[in-house]
Structures are given as C-alpha cells and as structure tokens.
C-alpha cells in the first residue's frame, strides 16, 4: 500500500509490518521520515520532522535559511558538495569539471504492480495484487539532467526495492562517478553488522561487528561479487536473537563489482548505501541516454534474523528465481568431478552412468574435460566441440546412451573463460580482456573473455545453441573460475556484467527445460543476479561436511536452501583431507541441493545398499527441504554444535539436523534440541518411535540420551557426529 499526503508531500509505503515514510523537504530534495515496524497512515507525519539545534559554524544550504544544513536531516539519495559531508549516493561530473548536482522535486507517480529493469535482473510480481511502485521524478536544471527514483512495496511481504535511473536531456556528456542503488538513514547507530565474508573453500562465513561512528564497509572490485564477501548485509539490534528482536537486511540484484557501504556520522546517525562499487567505475552519459542502477532490496523483521531470512528465501524462491524450474523439485545428480577428474572416457562414463541410475540417481553431470583437447587445466578453453578421442560419439552419442539408460544428462562449461592453447584464441586474441602493450596476469592457466563486444556475446550464445540443440541436455553447470585484471576502461566490468546478463537471458529464453546451476570456483558468485538466471548455485568447491556446516549455515542468512548444491563426496576430503562417515556426510548434503561426487564404480555390495537408503530418504523429504521454510536452531560459528530444521507449510511435518562436531567428555545429561516452527497444539510421531506436542518440542525439545563412557579400541570415532529427527503429524 502506498499512501500519500499531497498537501504536505509525504509518501508512506506500507507492508504488512512495515513501514517507509519520506518527505519532499524545503529545498526540493528527499528527507527521510521513518523506517520500522508498521504505524498507522496519518493525514501528516510533519512531527517526524524536527528541526534540529544547529551549532556554531553550520553551512547553511541557502543564504536566506541559516538554519538548514542538510547534515543535519536524514535522507534518501543524498548528494554531496552542498552542506552534506556524509558519502552521497552519486556523484556526477559535468563537462566543465563541476561535480555539485542539485536534483529538485518535480512529480511523482503510483502505479499497481512492478516494472522489471532493462537489461538487468529483478524481482518481479505476477499480479498488479501484490504490491505498488512509486516512481519520484527529480531534475537538475543545470545539468539537464532527471533523476527517477522507485520504490516498491509488496502487500504481504515485508521487502521494500530500490533503484535509481539517470536521463540525460542535455547535449554535454555527462560522467557517472557514482550511483548506488539505494540510500537508508537511520536515525541511531545501536546496531551491529552482520556480513557474509570468506575466500574460496570458505565461502560465506558469518561476520559480526559493532557499528562505530565512521565508516564500516564490504566490497568486491574482483569483476564478481566473489567468495570474499557477498552483496549482502544485516543490522541488527544488539539483543537481536535467530527468532526474536528487530533487523534489517540489505542485498543488491547484481553479480559483479559492488559496495555496501555503513557510515554513523558525528550525531550518532546511521547511513546505509549500497550499489556498484564506485573505485574505477566512471560511465559516459551521453545526451539522450539513460542509466540504471541495480535494483537493492530491503527487508525489516521485528521478529529475529530467521523471520528476516525466511522473507529473503520466500521472496527469492517465488519472485526472483523464473522459468520452469522454479516450483519443480530439483533432481538428485552425480557429478563425475572428484572421481575422475581429467582421467575418463566414453565407456568410464557410460558406466557411472548406468550404476548412477540402478543406484536411484536422477541425473549424471559430465564435468571438465569433455572438449577441445582439454586433458588438463592448461588448454581449450572456448573450444566448445567434443574431444573425439574420449569421447569418439561426440557429446550427442554419450547423452543419448547415458538418457537410454534412464537418467538425464547435464554438462559442464565455462563459457566466460578461454585457454591461451586453444582455437579460439588462435583466431581472436583480441577478444581477450586485458590491456594492449601490458602483461597479462594468469589465473588457472586461463584469460577472461571480454564480454562487452557484442561479437564475443554472440560467438557464445550460437557455440552453446549447437551443443544444447543437438544432444539431450537437461542440465548446465557454468562456472567461472578467475577474477579480473588488467581491466581497460573504468566502465568495462560493469559491461560485461551486462553482456553476461544478455547472454543468459537469450540462453535461458530459448532453452528454458535446461536446468542452469551457476558456479565460479564453488561460491564465488553466489548473488541474486545470478539467481534470476540460475535457480541454484554450486554454493562451495569444499565438500567436506564440517566446513559445510559453517558454509551452508552462513549462507542461509540470505539463501534459500533449494538455490544451495551440497554434495557428498569422498574421504579423506579433497580439500581439508578431513574422514568423516557416510551417514555425516549425507545428513548434511540433504539440506540443500542433494547430489553425489564419488566413483560409484568403488562402491561395494554394503555402501550401494546405504546410498540407495540415503537417496529414497533424500526423494521422501525433497519437497519439504526444498520447499519449506528453514529454522537455524543452532549456530556452529558459536559452539560445537549446529542444528538446522525444515517445516511444511502445513506444519504437519518437519525434518530437523543436529550435528556435534568434537567429541566431549561428560557431556550431562540435559543435552538437547529445542525446536521452532511447529504448531503447539499438534502432536508429532518423531522418527516413528515416540510422540510429542509441538510446545513441548518448541519448549523443552527434543533429549538425547547419555552417550556411551567406555569405548574399545575398534570403535569409530565419536568426532563430527549427526542425528536426523523426522516429524510427523499424528493422525
């Protein structure tokens, strides 16, 4: 609901338990009012408007106003150069080096529903039911320049989306500096700052400070949104709990370089921005042309930092995530990767393959190696055809003898990427992106396709046309696995950002039963932009259940779980050498998107009985994983102990982890799971053996029993242990 008060120019947006208030202040520009908790719609909210006691030595913003220094008041796309000294939400340089803008009031309009963006990911709505937008329109006389600013508030979801378009009316260029997609003032600092921070092979570990005055910020200038932190922050009230207490939550639908950016000014106010990363970013607006920024969402819960990730999952799973895919269930895959690596051929293949689906697999993945002469990671790159030489039937005859055997088949690529020893850099080195007369950097023995030419963009959507037409693919893993240098001009990474979204959006249209999963070295582009294209993502390169515990439960924060692949692989580990039991490694795998990377060929008589147990457990729960909505219970970045549950909608039904990961001696007797999400007045069948009232388990939880004290030298180790509780509603 968008109400307004056109006598006094006040918008109040307003959800279900939200509220969004702004004003037109006196000198034309955007005042914030409020952002909370719901209030109720007033005839004027003037009285949120104070006029603050300035001191000695304020610059006033106009001569005939002493008064009115706008570092004084909390705004929503604040410029800087004219009394505000705070970091602005764009900047813009003029032909004659003048960098002051001035963006008045000049009208607005409401209209029911939401408009997508050009050339960029979005949320979306499927009716004009579910919400409105408001679009503030802004000039620059000066400059010629409008400034559109829209804001949407969806009914029945506590999520506010943002962004900002230029249009340049005038003849002179101008130069974009900066442009966030959004600004929020917040009238305290008591919050703290929660990110998502890591590396590769650690991707999305949850990071928690305290905001302090001056400035506090996360950022990728990598060309992605990488493993090293994620487009996507919280604040939270300090006694903010998972499930009680207010917070806030900001993400970017974008995928490559970004800033979110926290700044608490010398009167204790908080300023929050967030939107392409302005350090060497510089676009040309030339007269006539427009500019979007990305689109920014907001969500506030009074309800803890579950309730605000269920929105985000909620909102990511219906209205962000398209196509057929989006309310499937998700097949259960093989992957080939860390069983052979580089080392297979057509008849190792085909025999996976047959195994995969005798065992109850739904899907095998050919990964790297497929093409080219590629028989490591040093070559062929951008050679999209078949290497005859494993494969003597072309990818065409190996799908279909893998399909005829009854299991889909899905192929990896990395289409963004190509090898120095290849074809195609033979015939196009200039597609390289890179810098003329200047060394370039390698990474994984591979250069960067520059996406920005149109010519590049083409040659990979027809390459990739041919292999999905003539072979039955229902599957693409498409990785990336370097980050950019020797970038060439300052507008180049946001270039092809967009020309990778033009490539997926022709793609993704024109094969829409293809099955996309993103990857780029496990989670280094695990985003919301990508997620528009791709409903799930390879959410870590590290297999091992331990550090994925941290991983998928640091992921979650923002994720849903059905966007998230977990993968059982082998022991020791491949990448922490970590041992660890089938059963471990399975429970979780399963809160995620389920799949398998092991040489099936090994398997004995008794680990082929226990994978086909897992996999019918894993088809039996796929829709409530998949589908439900996901409780943290406990956090493993806080003790030695995780716990996670999912519960229907119905709440008739529900599935709950509970992982400990060393050994303790002694432990008591009173350790236990206290579970959320229930109804208190049902009664639950837990793992067919006893029964209990939702209050009681949301109460008291679920006891353990007391662990054995005395174990003989052949027992396993009692180490990164799991136990799995299956609710069912008594009938």
């Given at each position: 609901m968008i109400y307004i008060n056109e006598s006094t120019l006040e918008f109040h947006l307003q959800s279900s338990n939200m509220s969004y208030i702004f004003n037109i202040m006196k000198n034309g520009q955007l005042g914030n009012l409020y952002f909370g908790k719901k209030i109720r719609n007033r005839e004027s909210f003037?009285?949120?408007?104070?006029?603050?006691?300035?001191?000695?030595?304020?610059?006033?913003?106009?001569?005939?106003?002493?008064?009115?220094?706008?570092?004084?008041?909390?705004?929503?796309?604040?410029?800087?150069?004219?009394?505000?000294?705070?970091?602005?939400?764009?900047?813009?340089?003029?032909?004659?080096?003048?960098?002051?803008?001035?963006?008045?009031?000049?009208?607005?309009?409401?209209?029911?529903?939401?408009?997508?963006?050009?050339?960029?990911?979005?949320?979306?709505?499927?009716?004009?039911?579910?919400?409105?937008?408001?679009?503030?329109?802004?000039?620059?006389?000066t400059l010629n320049c409008k400034l559109f600013l829209t804001y949407t508030v969806y009914k029945d979801r506590d999520v506010i989306t943002r962004n900002a378009r230029f249009e340049n009316h005038g003849e002179e260029c101008i130069d974009i500096h900066r442009a966030m997609s959004f600004a929020l003032d917040l009238p305290d600092y008591n919050y703290e700052m929660i990110h998502l921070s890591g590396a590769w092979a650690r991707e999305r570990f949850i990071k928690n400070r305290k905001l302090e005055v001056g400035c506090q910020y996360i950022d990728s200038s990598r060309g992605a949104s990488s493993a090293h932190q994620n487009p996507?922050?919280?604040?939270?009230?300090?006694?903010?709990?998972?499930?009680?207490?207010?917070?806030?939550?900001?993400?970017?639908?974008?995928?490559?370089?970004?800033?979110?950016?926290?700044?608490?000014?010398?009167?204790?106010?908080?300023?929050?921005?967030?939107?392409?990363?302005?350090?060497?970013?510089?676009?040309?607006?030339?007269?006539?042309?427009?500019?979007?920024?990305?689109?920014?969402?907001?969500?506030?819960?009074?309800?803890?930092?579950?309730?605000?990730?269920?929105?985000?999952?909620?909102?990511?799973?219906?209205?962000?995530?398209?196509?057929?895919?989006?309310?499937?269930?998700?097949?259960?895959?093989?992957?080939?990767?860390?069983?052979?690596?580089?080392?297979?051929d057509e008849d190792k293949i085909v025999a996976m393959a047959s195994k995969a689906k005798d065992l109850g697999f739904e899907l095998f993945v050919l990964d790297d190696g497929w093409f080219g002469k590629r028989v490591d990671d040093k070559t062929s790159l951008g050679d999209w055809f078949p290497n005859l030489e494993?494969?003597?039937?072309?990818?065409?005859?190996?799908?279909?003898?893998?399909?005829?055997?009854?299991?889909?088949?899905?192929?990896?690529?990395?289409?963004?990427?190509?090898?120095?020893?290849?074809?195609?850099?033979?015939?196009?080195?200039?597609?390289?992106?890179?810098?003329?007369?200047?060394?370039?950097?390698?990474?994984?023995?591979?250069?960067?396709?520059?996406?920005?030419?149109?010519?590049?963009?083409?040659?990979?959507?027809?390459?990739?046309?041919?292999?999905?037409?003539e072979a039955p693919i229902s599957y693409v893993k498409w990785d990336m696995n370097r980050n950019m240098t020797e970038i060439t001009y300052q507008d180049l990474p946001h270039k092809y950002i967009l020309g990778l979204?033009?490539?997926?959006?022709?793609?993704?249209?024109?094969?829409?039963?293809?099955?996309?999963?993103?990857?780029?070295?496990?989670?280094?582009?695990?985003?919301?932009?990508?997620?528009?294209?791709?409903?799930?993502?390879?959410?870590?390169?590290?297999?091992?259940?331990?550090?994925r515990l941290n991983i998928q439960h640091g992921t979650s924060l923002g994720y849903p779980l059905i966007s998230m692949g977990a993968h059982v692989s082998d022991i020791p580990n491949h990448q922490t050498a970590r041992k660890t039991s089938l059963k471990t490694r399975n429970d979780v795998a399963v809160f995620g998107n389920f799949g398998y990377e092991l040489n099936l060929l090994e398997f004995d008589s008794r680990m082929e009985k226990d994978v086909k147990k897992y996999l019918e457990f894993y088809k039996i729960n796929r829709k409530l994983i998949q589908f439900g909505d996901f409780y943290r219970l406990e956090s493993p970045f806080e003790g030695n102990?995780?716990?996670?549950?999912?519960?229907?909608?119905?709440?008739?039904?529900?599935?709950?982890?509970?992982?400990?990961?060393?050994?303790?001696?002694?432990?008591?007797?009173?350790?236990?799971?206290?579970?959320?999400g229930l109804d208190s007045n049902k009664k639950y069948l837990i793992n067919d053996k006893f029964e209990a009232y939702g209050d009681e388990l949301m109460n008291m939880g679920i006891i353990f029993p007391q662990p054995e004290r005395y174990f003989s030298k052949d027992s396993e180790t009692q180490d990164f242990k799991s136990k799995i509780f299956k609710l069912k509603e008594c009938k």
């Open positions: 003037k009285h949120f408007f104070n006029q603050p006691e300035v001191g000695i030595g304020i610059i006033a913003h106009h001569e005939n106003d002493p008064g009115f220094s706008l570092e004084y008041y909390k705004q929503e796309y604040p410029s800087y150069g004219t009394t505000d000294f705070r970091k602005p939400a764009f900047q813009l340089e003029s032909e004659d080096g003048s960098r002051i803008a001035d963006f008045i009031y000049k009208g607005f309009r409401v209209y029911r529903g939401k408009n997508s963006l050009k050339g960029l990911p979005s949320t979306y709505m499927e009716s004009v039911e579910e919400g409105d937008s408001l679009e503030i329109e802004l000039e620059d006389t996507f922050i919280i604040l939270k009230r300090p006694e903010t709990t998972e499930h009680v207490g207010e917070s806030i939550g900001f993400t970017l639908v974008y995928s490559g370089n970004f800033l979110a950016h926290v700044e608490v000014d010398h009167f204790d106010a908080t300023r929050v921005t967030m939107g392409i990363n302005p350090f060497d970013f510089k676009w040309e607006l030339k007269g006539g042309e427009s500019f979007q920024t990305p689109e920014g969402i907001i969500v506030y819960s009074d309800r803890g930092m579950n309730d605000l990730s269920q929105t985000f999952h909620k909102l990511f799973k219906e209205r962000l995530v398209r196509g057929e895919w989006r309310d499937k269930e998700r097949p259960i895959l093989i992957n080939n990767w860390e069983a052979t690596y580089f080392d297979f494993k494969l003597p039937n072309g990818i065409k005859g190996l799908a279909e003898k893998v399909v005829d055997r009854g299991i889909r088949f899905g192929l990896w690529f990395e289409p963004e990427m190509i090898s120095k020893n290849s074809e195609l850099y033979e015939k196009h080195p200039e597609w390289v992106l890179g810098v003329k007369n200047r060394k370039l950097s390698m990474g994984r023995n591979q250069y960067i396709l520059d996406l920005s030419k149109k010519e590049v963009r083409d040659y990979i959507v027809d390459i990739l046309s041919e292999r999905f037409s979204y033009e490539i997926l959006e022709k793609l993704t249209t024109k094969f829409p039963h293809i099955l996309f999963e993103s990857c780029a070295s496990g989670g280094g582009r695990f985003d919301a932009g990508m997620l528009y294209y791709m409903p799930q993502v390879w959410t870590s390169d590290d297999t091992d259940a331990i550090v102990t995780a716990a996670w549950m999912v519960v229907n909608s119905e709440r008739s039904e529900a599935l709950v982890g509970y992982f400990t990961i060393l050994a303790e001696p002694n432990p008591g007797y009173n350790r236990k799971v206290v579970l959320k």
